[in-house]
C-alpha cells in the first residue's frame, strides 16, 4: 500500500512539473503610454497581466470624423479590459468573436439618451490593435490602421546608420484612397450590420535573439501615412522611413546596450520630446521578451 501510494504521489509531481513547463517565460516586460495632441485625446490604451503570467496590451484610436470618437476608442479599451483575464484567448474564433461583441456594445452604447442628437451614421468609430502573448508566440488581431512593429532582439548590432532591417511592419492598413486622402473601410462602430472582422496575425518568438512589439496609432506611424520624396539629382522617388519608429529603435537598442532599468521614462520623454512634432494623438504599447531582456550585448 505504501508503495502504490508513493507511485501516486510521483505522478502528482510529474503533471504537477509538466503544468509549470508550459506556463509562460517570466521576465518580460510589457507597458503602454500616450501623448494627446487633441484637446480630448481620441486615443485610449492599456496593458494588462493575466493570472497565468500573459500579457494582453491594446491601442485604439476615435476616428475624429466621427461624433464621440473618444468615447468609442475608451469603451473599447475598457470592454477589452474588462475580460482580459477572463475569455481573451490567441485563439482566432475568439478574437473574431470578441470584435463582433465590442461592436455589439457599440451599438448598444448608441441607443444611450446622451446620443439621440447625434447621427448614428456617423457615430462612435475607432480602430483596435490588440496584443496576447503566450507562452512561444505573440498574437495580434486589428481593424484599421497604425503599426505593428516587430524588432528582433539584434538590433544592438547594428550601427545608427544602417538601414533598419531587423524591423518590420505587420499591419497592413484597413485603408482605401479617396479624394486625395486615406479612407478606412474596415473599423469599429455602431453599426448593427457589422463587418469589420479583424486581420490575426501570429509570431512565433525568437528564443535566441528575444523579440520586441511595438504597436502604436497613426499619430506615431502608419503605413498609408508615408510621404514620397523626391530624389532631384537622379530623379528617383523613395518612401522614407518613419522619423519617430527610427527613435523608438535607437531607444531599445541603446536600452539593449546599456542595460537600462527606467525604459518607460525614457519612452515618456520620447513622447513629451514630440509632441510639438505630432500631427495627432500619439499612443503605443510595447512588450519586450524574455529573451530580448536577457540577452544583453
Not at 22 to 30: A, E, K, R, V
Not at 128 to 141: Q, S
Not at 262 to 271: C, G, Q
Amino acid at each position: 500500500m505504501l508503495g502504490k501510494n508513493k507511485n501516486k504521489n510521483k505522478k502528482k509531481e510529474i503533471i504537477k512539473q509538466s503544468e509549470q513547463q508550459i506556463l509562460p517565460i517570466s521576465g518580460n516586460m510589457c507597458f503602454s503610454a500616450s501623448m494627446p495632441y487633441k484637446k480630448v485625446n481620441e486615443d485610449a490604451y492599456f496593458h494588462f497581466k493575466t493570472k497565468s503570467g500573459l500579457y494582453v496590451f491594446a491601442v485604439a484610436d476615435g476616428l475624429g470624423s466621427f461624433s464621440a470618437a473618444a468615447e468609442a476608442s475608451k469603451q473599447t479599451i475598457e470592454y477589452v479590459k474588462q475580460r482580459a483575464d477572463v475569455i481573451i484567448k490567441p485563439d482566432s474564433e475568439v478574437l473574431l468573436d470578441l470584435f463582433q461583441k465590442i461592436n455589439n456594445h457599440l451599438c448598444e452604447l448608441a441607443k444611450d439618451y446622451e446620443y439621440k442628437h447625434l447621427d448614428d451614421k456617423k457615430l462612435f468609430g475607432t480602430t483596435l490593435i490588440l496584443g496576447i502573448e503566450d507562452t512561444d508566440k505573440v498574437t495580434f488581431a486589428y481593424l484599421g490602421n497604425g503599426a505593428i512593429i516587430h524588432l528582433r532582439g539584434t538590433v544592438a548590432e547594428f550601427k545608427d546608420n544602417d538601414d533598419p532591417w531587423f524591423a518590420s511592419n505587420l499591419l497592413n492598413p484597413h485603408t482605401v484612397p479617396q479624394k486625395g486622402d486615406e479612407c478606412l473601410y474596415k473599423f469599429l462602430t455602431n453599426n448593427i450590420t457589422y463587418h469589420g472582422q479583424p486581420s490575426i496575425i501570429t509570431v512565433e518568438k525568437d528564443s535566441t535573439a528575444g523579440d520586441a512589439f511595438i504597436i502604436c496609432t497613426d499619430g506615431i506611424s502608419s503605413q498609408d501615412h508615408f510621404q514620397l520624396y523626391q530624389l532631384e539629382n537622379i530623379g528617383l522617388a523613395r518612401i522614407v522611413t518613419d522619423n519617430f519608429l527610427l527613435d523608438l529603435y535607437h531607444i531599445l537598442k541603446k536600452f539593449k546596450n546599456t542595460d537600462n532599468p527606467n525604459l518607460e521614462n525614457v519612452i515618456d520623454e520620447f513622447l513629451n520630446n514630440n509632441k510639438e512634432k505630432f500631427k495627432d494623438d500619439a499612443t503605443l504599447a510595447i512588450l519586450l521578451t524574455n529573451s530580448f531582456l536577457s540577452q544583453k550585448v
